[in-house]
Structures are given as structure tokens and as C-alpha cells.
């Protein structure tokens, strides 16, 4: 993991298209800005970790799904 210290209203860039920005620091939090293509998609951990478990059930849900429908194809 790299670790870096910004101060307020300095930025990082990963590559050449995306940048964070601190924009404030107040009572322990971090307020962050970030600037990328609207092809990049960005989410809080928290959130991301819950649309991969969401997928993952979503998959064997789907795969039920396409027993059942073996259970009723017509012969």
C-alpha cells in the first residue's frame, strides 16, 4: 500500500485521468473530491462489497432459476 500526506486542497493522480483532492479536513474526517472519465466507476468499499455479494447471490439465484426451468421443459 503506498500511504501519502496531502494537505488541504492537494491532490494525487492515478494516471492520467483521475485526480483526488482533499477538500476539507474537520473532527477526524477526510473530505475527498475526485475527478475521473464517466466510464470510471467509483464507490465507498462499503457499497462495492455489498453489489459483490448482491452479484454473487444474484448468480446462484439465476442458476435455481434455470434448474426450475429444466424441471418444466416439455418432453
Known amino acids: ?6 494537505k488541504n486542497d492537494e491532490s ?6 483521475i485526480e ?6 474537520e ?8 475527478s475521473a472519465p464517466k466510464t470510471v466507476e467509483i464507490y465507498r468499499k462499503e457499497i ?4 459483490q455479494e448482491e ?7 439465476r ?3 434455470g ?3 429444466n424441471l418444466f421443459k416439455k418432453e
Open 12 to 17: 494525487i493522480m492515478l494516471g492520467k485521468d
Open 27 to 34: 473532527e477526524g474526517k477526510v473530505k475527498l473530491g475526485i
Open 1 to 6: 500500500m503506498l500511504v501519502l500526506t496531502r
Open 63 to 65: 442458476s435455481d432459476l
Open 67 to 69: 434448474q426450475l426451468k
Open 48 to 51: 462495492y462489497l455489498e453489489i
Open 55 to 61: 452479484n454473487k447471490n444474484a448468480i446462484s439465484t
Open 20 to 25: 483526488i483532492k482533499v477538500l476539507g479536513i
